[in-house]
Every structure is written in structure tokens, then in C-alpha cells.
């Protein structure tokens, strides 16, 4: 402690000698201190927070002040303060708020005098919401993470380099703008990460700046379906209200309102709210989400708001802090995100605030109600419309040309910012643990950063393991030159390559794939894949090699050529797992994997020409050579059912068996995001989405030259998008149209292919999932469709043992339309989230409206 301690010290010091500031700590009745208080210093109409131990410091230019201490459940305090050019100390001791309780006479057929104050701050949610058409202020963020308790494995992977304690700390300053509707921009001037001095933060101050004005709100990564906030219009369906009495604050009367779910596993909130009684908006907020709001990868987070007027009528959050805990795989940890916010500067929407009067509701009809049992007439309020501000007189502090797609940069000298620096402009003095982590893990980022460490920490992690060759694939790092191999596993559940399979083709199969990347500083990189093949049946030795260079990581533009002689799918989005077809050709004797050999050479082209617009390229040159069936093993001998050819069933074609023959084809895609934002880090361009949906224009062609036997010319246009619907779910959908054209001696492998699925084994749920993988394969116009939703537990909430699995449905719509299909329709019911990453659908399909096939499918449903 007595190290901790002077460490504190040595950190306060640079602070304590700065002319102009201010520091002292906040603590309550028994003089311990108190976490993330507030400081609203009203000259300057911004403020700041205590740190865990209630040390807070202010740097000031010279002059008086009023600041205003508040902490939710305490009562205010207003000191006056004279900032000269030596340093200042100030303790303030808060008390508890004493809650006075109205004077009303409650009867039992009256309701809480909470719920008419809750109307109020409803009838004006929107007003709040909307009541400036432009604002600007500096937020300075902090970020921790901590671990409680670490395993030593996880699902048989040894844990390395993770300890107790602090993981995971940074802090920013960013310059947040926003204007009505929705435009924002964030430039982060300055990030700093303990114990990496080269990384820049993650903090989003845009995505921190939640607001109860909204209906439901969404916090990324924390649920899909939202939270109703206790404003939302309709709040009272979701919430009891519980009057707990009222404190006064500068002349302003501040009701404490309790907030209570109707039902236990709604998506809502619960703790306290407080509503300045009158203007009806809100004070300040203690609300938390638990799991039972559905919430995932946390146990709670307590979200706490202060609000205060920054302008005549306008008030805006000053301070922010989402706490949380969570558990899992034998880790135990928590931490928190806080912001405040200063320099507001705003444009109101309204010259003159609201006026709500009060009227009686209408009077229901004597003999509705007999007179012995009816109410007090319960007043209704009316909202008098705020009159606008004038365009004339609203002082301009935006200019429209900051506001673009760019919603966040993160500057390139972000990071570069001294200790004197952040001891002057941090409003949040660190914690003791805080100062000790960086202070430790600065020191030792030299260490960390050297080969001998990290070599250290790759021995450990490099040991093999039976898990590692058998299920996920074997990886040998050396982190200090950035150089990764990585070996295939021998069996692959998930659909990816496997060193053994087995098919009818070539017998058991060996291959083995290896892949190698190294990584740059600039996050440029490159791959060398080789993969050798060797089937036992048909005594055919296949190598390939693929080389990939990613040269531009901001616009992930990238380059590939590959080339060998190799084995293939027919379909080359490779619509059945080696894993699948292995189990259903041994156990089932069902052969669905239809395989071609070629020797080939292929060049790739990816890279986004501009924002949203990206382009994919591809030349292929391929000597295609058919193969035929060369073993009939199966587990089930004796069944007599037999293996079908290797030579696919196709509606289209009498034959689909083809001779040996030459191709040159070429791809060439173009797909296009309107509206879509994105974050600027010095290293990389995040892509975050769009309100549009996503537009693909894809051609594709066989050429008659250097040899090449096929020509044809194809089209394809697909719109896909995802859709959030607040409380009842998200939705995905996929609709491709696509014709061909000037065919001549095309061959099956040029085809349109639709992915089908026959197996139990749905992976990650792409595609038809009962139709035959060729059958409707086409070389002539087709529609194709795919409709999902996802209720993220709308209606399973409602039934006990569902919600006590966190269960959620799903119902899938699927449509392929062709010469041979004509209409053709699957229609799916399932449950995702079984033991949290599983999914089951039962799937119907029908032809021209006459039902065809039924079946299960088990596949990933995170």
C-alpha cells in the first residue's frame, strides 16, 4: 500500500504545481469517499467527476467559480471557489438527500402520484429529446477492465499472458458534433493505452452518448432487441412508478421517482429516475439492466447519468458511467466506461420552452360509473406547442461540411501525447490502481514488446496439444516477428478443411493444407498456403499453392494467385463440408459430394475504390478433367442400396457428364452501400453500415481464346440488407436475379448453382436447406430469395421454460424460381441459442404449392 501510495503521489505531483487547479475529493457522512460524483461548474457550463476513491481535480484559468457537487441519493453542494495561479485544495462532504413527500391525500382509488409525473416526462419526451438542432462539446473517456479470476484452460487451451487485475485501461479526448437528424462526427485529438504506446483507444464517445428521450435504445453487443426506456410513449405498458418524495436544488423541486419492471424478463430497466418537477425532464438517472432484460456476456450493467443546463432551457448530460460484471468460463471480472463532457456549445431548437395544462380527462357516464364508487376527476395534461427558434437567431457552431460518412478519425498524432499533457487536460484524477498500472505496464512494455519475452510466451502457447491437431487446427506463432503457421486439424466440424475425409471418389483422402502469414506494422500482410492432396482410392497426388498480399489495409484492397492441379466441387461455393459428406457416405451410404479435377491458374483482384464501393476481379485458366466413383465402402455393408455416379442429376441437362476441355473465364463485381459511414483510424477504415441496403452487379464469362473451349456471357443483380425492428426482432434478406447469354459448349461447372443441402448439418444456416445441390442448377433466367427473422425472444419471453433457456425463435422464407423449379418455396420454424450457440429449424419445402419434402436441420445459432 505504502508503494501504491507514493505512487498516487508521484502522479499528483506534476497536477499540484500546475498554477490554476483545483483538487481536493468528495466523500459522504462518514468520510468515505464517493465514486464518480459530479462537479458542475456553471460559468463555464461543463463538467466533471471523481474518480473510485472520490479525488477529483480541475484545471482552471484564473477567476471565481460556482461549482455544484451532486451524487445520486445525496444532497447537492454549491461552493464558490477563486482560482488564482497557485494550486487549490477543496474536500466537500456530501449528506444524504432527505426526500420530502407531497402533501396529497391518497385514496384507495388513486394511483401513485409517481405515475402523473411520469406522464409528464413522457408527454414531453420528445420535446427533450429534440430541443436543440446542433451541439458540440469536448468528452473526455475512460475505459477499464478488470479480471477477478482467470482459468488456467478453456475448453483445453491453456490461458497465457492474461492476470488479475487491471487487463485492460485507456483513456481519450474527442471533439463530438452533432446536428439534427442524426449527423455526427468525433475526432478523437488525443488516446493512450496502458502499456501500449503505439495503440490508439477504442472509445466512441457517439456510441456512449445514449439518451432515455428514446423510445428503446440499443447498446451494441449488449442485446439485439433493445431497452425500453421508462420515457418511451409506452413506457407504462413495460413499468410501475413508485413516488419516493422530493429535495430541492438551486429554487428547482427534483421528484425521485423508483422504477420497477411489470414483468421480470422484459427488456427494461430498473432503479431510481429523477424528474425536475415543472420543465418535467430529466435530472440525473440510476437505472441498471440485469440478465433478466436479456442482456448477454454480462451479468448487470448500471448505467448513471447526470444532467444540467448548459444554456437558458437546455440541458445536457455532463457526466456519464456504465459500470459492469460478468462471468463465464471460469473468468470472473468487471469494469466500466465513463464520459464527461465540457465546451458544450449548442443551438436550441426553441425560443420558448413548453407549456402543459392541465385538463380534465372526459367524464365517463353516470351509468357507466354509480356515483358512490366514482374517481376524482383525474387531470390530463396538454401540451401547448414550443414555439421554434428563428433560423435568423440561432448562432451558427457547425460548418455542414464536417459532417460526411466519416463519423469518427482518430488523428495520427493522437497517441504521441505526454504525461504533462494528460495530467492538464485529465478532468478524472486516476485511481491508485490506475496509476500503478500504467506506471507498470509502461515500464514494462520494453520488456513485453522484446524477443525473449514473447518468445517466453510463444513456448507455452506453441506446445501441442490432442485438441489442437484433432478438432481446431495447430498454430505455431513467433509474435515478435509477427509470423503465424497454421496446420488444418484433422477433423473440422464447423464446414472448413480437414486433413482426413473420405469420399467415393478418391477413398480416404490426406489433406493437408498449411498456411503461413506474416503480419507489418502498417497491418499489411501476406499468405502462403500450400495444400497437398492424395487420395488412397483413385492413387491421384494433387498440390496447390496460394499467395495473397494484402497491400492496402484502409481499403482492404488485396491480390491473390493461385494455381496446381487440385480437386474440386462442381459447385465452387463448395456447398457440402467434407465432414458431412464423410458421416453420410460411411453411415448412410449417401454420396453427395460431386467432385472435377483441374490444373489451373487463377489471379484475384479486392479492394474498395471508394466509400461503400467495392470491387471484386478474378482470371481463371483451367484444364478441366472429369473423375468417376473408384470405391463403394461404407460402415453399411451389405445394404444394397448402392452410391449414385459421380456425375450430378440436373433438370436442365440429359446428361451432365462432360469430356476433358479448356476454360478461360473471368469475374468481375461490383457492390454498392449508399450512406455508408465509417470510422478513420491511422492504421485502418471501419466499415459500421447504412440505413441502404447493399447492391451487387456481378458478371461472369467464358472466353474462346488462349485455348479456352466454353463461352457465355451471365448477369446477376442482388439487393440484400438487415433490418432492426426494436422489440420485435431483426430481420435479413437476399433477393438475386440473374440471366445468361451467347452460350455456347458450356459445361455444369459454369452453371448458376443454388446452395442446397441434403444433411442434418446446417452450418451456419446459408442457402435452400432441402434442395438438391444440382438438381435446379441453371444456364437460363432465375430469381432467387432468402428471407430470416429473428425474434430475439419476443415471444418465447412469454414462456417460462423458453425464457429460463434464453431460447429464441426464428422462421425462415426461402424462394427459387427457374424454368425446372418454377416456384419453389422452403418455409422454416427453429430455436437459436441453445446452449448458447446451437440452432434447430424444421423445414418445409414446397413445389408449385404442393408440399415436397420436410426434415430437421442443426446448425450455429449464436
Same mark, same amino acid.
Given at each position: 500500500?505504502?508503494?501504491?501510495?507514493?505512487?498516487?503521489?508521484?502522479?499528483?505531483?506534476?497536477?499540484?504545481?500546475?498554477?490554476?487547479?483545483?483538487?481536493?475529493?468528495?466523500?459522504?457522512?462518514?468520510?468515505?469517499?464517493?465514486?464518480?460524483?459530479?462537479?458542475?461548474?456553471?460559468?463555464?457550463?461543463?463538467?466533471?467527476?471523481?474518480?473510485?476513491?472520490?479525488?477529483?481535480?480541475?484545471?482552471?484559468?484564473?477567476?471565481?467559480?460556482?461549482?455544484?457537487?451532486?451524487?445520486?441519493?445525496?444532497?447537492?453542494?454549491?461552493?464558490?471557489?477563486?482560482?488564482?495561479?497557485?494550486?487549490?485544495?477543496? @474536500? *466537500?462532504?456530501?449528506?444524504?438527500?432527505?426526500?420530502?413527500?407531497?402533501?396529497?391525500?391518497?385514496?384507495?382509488?388513486?394511483?401513485?402520484?409517481?405515475?402523473?409525473?411520469?406522464?409528464?416526462?413522457? #408527454?414531453? =419526451?420528445?420535446?427533450?429529446?429534440?430541443?436543440?438542432?446542433?451541439?458540440?462539446?469536448?468528452?473526455?473517456?475512460?475505459?477499464?477492465?478488470?479480471?477477478?479470476?482467470?482459468?488456467?484452460? !478453456?475448453?483445453?487451451?491453456?490461458? *497465457?499472458?492474461?492476470?488479475?487485475?487491471?487487463?485492460?485501461?485507456?483513456?481519450?479526448?474527442?471533439?463530438?458534433?452533432? /446536428?439534427?437528424?442524426?449527423?455526427?462526427?468525433? =475526432?478523437? &485529438?488525443?488516446?493512450?493505452?496502458?502499456?501500449?504506446?503505439?495503440?490508439?483507444?477504442?472509445?466512441?464517445?457517439?456510441?456512449?452518448?445514449?439518451?432515455?428521450?428514446?423510445?428503446?435504445?440499443?447498446?451494441?453487443?449488449?442485446?439485439?432487441?433493445?431497452?425500453?426506456?421508462?420515457?418511451? +410513449? +409506452?413506457?407504462?405498458?413495460?413499468?410501475?412508478?413508485?413516488?419516493?418524495?422530493?429535495?430541492?436544488?438551486?429554487? #428547482?423541486?427534483?421528484?425521485?421517482?423508483?422504477?420497477?419492471?411489470?414483468?421480470?424478463?422484459?427488456p427494461v430497466f430498473r432503479g431510481s429516475i429523477y424528474i425536475v418537477d415543472g420543465s418535467w425532464r430529466i435530472h440525473s438517472t440510476d437505472l441498471t439492466l440485469t440478465?433478466?432484460?436479456?442482456?448477454?456476456?454480462?451479468?448487470?450493467?448500471?448505467?448513471?447519468?447526470?444532467?444540467?443546463?448548459?444554456?437558458?432551457?437546455?440541458?445536457?448530460?455532463?457526466?456519464?458511467?456504465?459500470?459492469?460484471?460478468?462471468?463465464?468460463?471460469?473468468?470472473?471480472?468487471?469494469?466500466?466506461?465513463?464520459?464527461?463532457?465540457?465546451?458544450?456549445?449548442?443551438?436550441?431548437?426553441?425560443?420558448?420552452?413548453?407549456?402543459?395544462?392541465?385538463?380534465?380527462?372526459?367524464?365517463?357516464?353516470?351509468?357507466?360509473?354509480?356515483?358512490?364508487?366514482?374517481?376524482?376527476?383525474?387531470?390530463?395534461? =396538454?401540451?401547448?406547442?414550443?414555439?421554434?427558434?428563428?433560423?435568423?437567431?440561432?448562432?451558427?457552431?457547425?460548418?455542414?461540411?464536417?459532417?460526411?460518412?466519416?463519423?469518427?478519425?482518430?488523428?495520427?498524432?493522437?497517441?504521441?501525447?505526454?504525461?504533462?499533457?494528460?495530467?492538464?487536460?485529465?478532468?478524472?484524477?486516476?485511481?491508485?490502481?490506475?496509476?500503478?498500472?500504467?506506471?507498470? /505496464?509502461?515500464?514494462?512494455? *520494453?520488456?513485453?514488446?522484446?524477443?525473449?519475452?514473447? $518468445?517466453?510466451?510463444?513456448?507455452?502457447?506453441?506446445?501441442?496439444?490432442?485438441?489442437?491437431?484433432?478438432?481446431?487446427? %495447430?498454430?505455431?506463432?513467433n509474435t515478435y516477428e509477427e509470423k503465424y503457421y497454421n496446420l488444418d486439424p484433422l477433423l473440422s466440424f464447423t464446414g472448413g478443411p480437414s486433413i482426413l475425409q473420405?469420399?467415393?471418389?478418391?477413398?480416404?483422402?490426406? @489433406?493437408?493444407?498449411?498456411?503461413?502469414? /506474416?503480419?507489418?506494422?502498417?497491418?499489411?500482410? %501476406?499468405?502462403?498456403?500450400?495444400?497437398?492432396?492424395?487420395?488412397?482410392?483413385?492413387?491421384?497426388?494433387?498440390?496447390?499453392?496460394?499467395?495473397?498480399?494484402?497491400?492496402?489495409?484502409?481499403?482492404?484492397?488485396?491480390?491473390? !494467385?493461385?494455381?496446381?492441379?487440385?480437386?474440386?466441387?462442381?459447385?465452387?461455393?463448395?456447398?457440402?463440408?467434407?465432414?458431412?459428406?464423410?458421416?453420410?457416405?460411411?453411415?448412410?451410404?449417401?454420396?453427395?459430394? /460431386?467432385?472435377?479435377?483441374?490444373?489451373?491458374?487463377?489471379?484475384?483482384?479486392?479492394?474498395?475504390?471508394?466509400?461503400?464501393?467495392?470491387?471484386?476481379?478474378?482470371?481463371?485458366?483451367?484444364?478441366?478433367?472429369?473423375?468417376?466413383?473408384?470405391?463403394?465402402?461404407?460402415?453399411?455393408?451389405?445394404?444394397?442400396?448402392?452410391?449414385?455416379?459421380?456425375?450430378?442429376?440436373?433438370?436442365?441437362?440429359?446428361?451432365?457428364?462432360?469430356?476433358?476441355?479448356?476454360?478461360?473465364?473471368?469475374?468481375?463485381?461490383?457492390?454498392?452501400?449508399?450512406?455508408?459511414?465509417?470510422?478513420?483510424?491511422? $492504421?485502418?477504415?471501419?466499415?459500421?453500415?447504412?440505413?441502404?441496403?447493399?447492391?451487387?452487379?456481378?458478371? #461472369?464469362?467464358?472466353?474462346?481464346?488462349?485455348?479456352? $473451349? !466454353?463461352?457465355?456471357?451471365?448477369?446477376?443483380?442482388? &439487393?440484400?440488407?438487415?433490418?432492426?425492428?426494436?422489440?420485435?426482432?431483426?430481420?435479413?434478406?437476399?433477393?438475386?436475379?440473374?440471366?445468361?447469354?451467347?452460350?455456347?459448349?458450356?459445361?455444369?461447372? $459454369?452453371?448458376?448453382?443454388?446452395?442446397?443441402n441434403r444433411t442434418v448439418f446446417a452450418g451456419v444456416y446459408t442457402g435452400f436447406q432441402l434442395l438438391d445441390y444440382y438438381r435446379y442448377s441453371t444456364n437460363n433466367?432465375?430469381?432467387?430469395?432468402?428471407?430470416?427473422?429473428?425474434?430475439?425472444?419476443?415471444?418465447?419471453?412469454?414462456?417460462?421454460?423458453?425464457?429460463?433457456?434464453?431460447?429464441?425463435?426464428?422462421?425462415?422464407?426461402?424462394?427459387?424460381?427457374?424454368?425446372?423449379?418454377?416456384?419453389?418455396?422452403?418455409?422454416?420454424?427453429?430455436?437459436?441459442?441453445?446452449?448458447?450457440?446451437?440452432?434447430?429449424?424444421?423445414?418445409?419445402?414446397?413445389?408449385?404449392?404442393?408440399?415436397?419434402?420436410?426434415?430437421?436441420?442443426?446448425?450455429?445459432?449464436?
Amino acid at each position: 500500500m505504502r508503494a501504491a501510495y507514493l505512487l498516487f503521489l508521484l502522479y499528483l505531483l506534476p497536477a499540484i504545481t500546475l498554477a490554476g487547479s483545483l483538487r481536493g475529493r468528495i466523500t459522504d457522512e462518514k468520510n468515505q469517499g464517493l465514486p464518480f460524483a459530479s462537479i458542475y461548474i456553471k460559468e463555464t457550463a461543463s463538467g466533471t467527476a471523481s474518480n473510485d476513491q472520490g479525488y477529483f481535480q480541475l484545471q482552471l484559468p484564473p477567476g471565481t467559480y460556482t461549482l455544484e457537487f451532486k451524487y445520486v441519493g445525496y444532497k447537492s453542494r454549491t461552493e464558490t471557489v477563486t482560482i488564482g495561479e497557485e494550486a487549490r485544495e477543496l @474536500n *466537500v462532504q456530501l449528506v444524504p438527500e432527505v426526500l420530502n413527500l407531497k402533501e396529497v391525500v391518497v385514496r384507495a382509488a388513486d394511483e401513485d402520484p409517481a405515475y402523473g409525473i411520469m406522464r409528464n416526462a413522457i #408527454r414531453l =419526451r420528445k420535446y427533450h429529446r429534440d430541443e436543440v438542432n446542433a451541439w458540440s462539446a469536448r468528452v473526455y473517456m475512460k475505459g477499464v477492465a478488470r479480471m477477478d479470476k482467470v482459468p488456467s484452460k !478453456v475448453l483445453g487451451v491453456r490461458v *497465457v499472458d492474461v492476470d488479475t487485475g487491471i487487463v485492460y485501461l485507456s483513456e481519450s479526448v474527442s471533439e463530438l458534433h452533432f /446536428k439534427k437528424p442524426n449527423r455526427v462526427h468525433e =475526432r478523437v &485529438i488525443s488516446s493512450k493505452v496502458s502499456g501500449k504506446k503505439q495503440d490508439f483507444s477504442f472509445n466512441q464517445a457517439s456510441e456512449m452518448n445514449i439518451s432515455f428521450y428514446d423510445n428503446l435504445l440499443r447498446v451494441e453487443g449488449l442485446s439485439e432487441r433493445g431497452f425500453v426506456s421508462p420515457l418511451a +410513449n +409506452n413506457a407504462l405498458f413495460f413499468y410501475r412508478f413508485e413516488y419516493l418524495g422530493t429535495f430541492q436544488e438551486n429554487g #428547482r423541486t427534483i421528484n425521485k421517482i423508483k422504477v420497477i419492471p411489470k414483468r421480470k424478463n422484459d427488456p427494461v430497466f430498473r432503479g431510481s429516475i429523477y424528474i425536475v418537477d415543472g420543465s418535467w425532464r430529466i435530472h440525473s438517472t440510476d437505472l441498471t439492466l440485469t440478465k433478466n432484460a436479456g442482456i448477454e456476456f454480462v451479468d448487470f450493467i448500471r448505467v448513471r447519468q447526470v444532467y444540467a443546463p448548459v444554456q437558458e432551457d437546455v440541458w445536457m448530460p455532463v457526466s456519464q458511467r456504465f459500470t459492469f460484471e460478468a462471468a463465464g468460463f471460469g473468468f470472473k471480472g468487471g469494469g466500466y466506461a465513463m464520459g464527461v463532457y465540457s465546451r458544450y456549445k449548442v443551438q436550441p431548437a426553441y425560443s420558448k420552452p413548453p407549456v402543459l395544462e392541465e385538463q380534465p380527462e372526459p367524464e365517463q357516464t353516470e351509468a357507466a360509473i354509480p356515483a358512490e364508487t366514482k374517481p376524482a376527476r383525474r387531470q390530463r395534461p =396538454r401540451l401547448i406547442k414550443p414555439q421554434e427558434a428563428k433560423s435568423q437567431e440561432q448562432p451558427a457552431i457547425h460548418d455542414d461540411k464536417l459532417f460526411s460518412r466519416e463519423v469518427l478519425v482518430v488523428e495520427r498524432e493522437a497517441n504521441t501525447r505526454d504525461s504533462a499533457y494528460w495530467a492538464e487536460i485529465r478532468p478524472v484524477p486516476l485511481t491508485q490502481e490506475e496509476t500503478r498500472d500504467y506506471h507498470k /505496464k509502461d515500464s514494462l512494455e *520494453v520488456i513485453r514488446e522484446s524477443r525473449v519475452y514473447k $518468445d517466453s510466451v510463444d513456448r507455452i502457447r506453441n506446445k501441442p496439444s490432442f485438441g489442437s491437431f484433432f478438432l481446431r487446427g %495447430y498454430t505455431y506463432s513467433n509474435t515478435y516477428e509477427e509470423k503465424y503457421y497454421n496446420l488444418d486439424p484433422l477433423l473440422s466440424f464447423t464446414g472448413g478443411p480437414s486433413i482426413l475425409q473420405y469420399n467415393t471418389v478418391e477413398g480416404v483422402v490426406a @489433406n493437408v493444407g498449411l498456411n503461413f502469414r /506474416k503480419n507489418f506494422e502498417d497491418r499489411r500482410r %501476406y499468405e502462403i498456403e500450400p495444400t497437398v492432396r492424395y487420395g488412397f482410392s483413385n492413387e491421384k497426388l494433387n498440390v496447390k499453392l496460394r499467395l495473397s498480399y494484402t497491400y492496402n489495409p484502409i481499403r482492404r484492397s488485396s491480390v491473390t !494467385v493461385e494455381g496446381g492441379r487440385f480437386v474440386d466441387q462442381i459447385n465452387s461455393t463448395e456447398p457440402i463440408s467434407p465432414f458431412a459428406n464423410t458421416v453420410y457416405t460411411l453411415l448412410l451410404e449417401r454420396n453427395y459430394l /460431386k467432385l472435377y479435377q483441374r490444373d489451373f491458374g487463377r489471379i484475384n483482384y479486392r479492394s474498395e475504390l471508394l466509400n461503400g464501393v467495392t470491387v471484386l476481379a478474378s482470371l481463371d485458366y483451367s484444364n478441366r478433367m472429369p473423375l468417376q466413383n473408384t470405391t463403394d465402402y461404407t460402415f453399411r455393408e451389405g445394404s444394397g442400396t448402392g452410391f449414385t455416379s459421380n456425375v450430378p442429376e440436373n433438370a436442365e441437362l440429359a446428361d451432365a457428364s462432360f469430356e476433358e476441355h479448356q476454360a478461360l473465364t473471368a469475374a468481375f463485381t461490383v457492390s454498392f452501400r449508399p450512406g455508408m459511414e465509417y470510422i478513420s483510424r491511422p $492504421d485502418r477504415k471501419i466499415n459500421i453500415g447504412s440505413r441502404w441496403p447493399t447492391i451487387s452487379l456481378g458478371y #461472369r464469362g467464358g472466353i474462346k481464346a488462349l485455348g479456352g $473451349d !466454353v463461352q457465355y456471357h451471365t448477369l446477376a443483380l442482388r &439487393i440484400s440488407d438487415e433490418l432492426s425492428l426494436g422489440l420485435v426482432g431483426s430481420s435479413e434478406f437476399s433477393f438475386t436475379g440473374g440471366t445468361f447469354w451467347g452460350k455456347q459448349d458450356m459445361q455444369l461447372m $459454369d452453371y448458376r448453382h443454388f446452395n442446397g443441402n441434403r444433411t442434418v448439418f446446417a452450418g451456419v444456416y446459408t442457402g435452400f436447406q432441402l434442395l438438391d445441390y444440382y438438381r435446379y442448377s441453371t444456364n437460363n433466367r432465375y430469381l432467387e430469395g432468402h428471407f430470416e427473422h429473428h425474434f430475439n425472444g419476443f415471444l418465447f419471453n412469454k414462456i417460462p421454460l423458453f425464457r429460463r433457456l434464453k431460447w429464441q425463435e426464428v422462421v425462415s422464407l426461402h424462394y427459387l424460381n427457374t424454368i425446372e423449379s418454377e416456384n419453389y418455396f422452403e418455409l422454416g420454424l427453429g430455436i437459436e441459442h441453445i446452449f448458447k450457440v446451437l440452432r434447430v429449424d424444421f423445414m418445409t419445402s414446397f413445389q408449385q404449392g404442393q408440399k415436397a419434402y420436410t426434415g430437421l436441420r442443426v446448425g450455429l445459432g449464436f
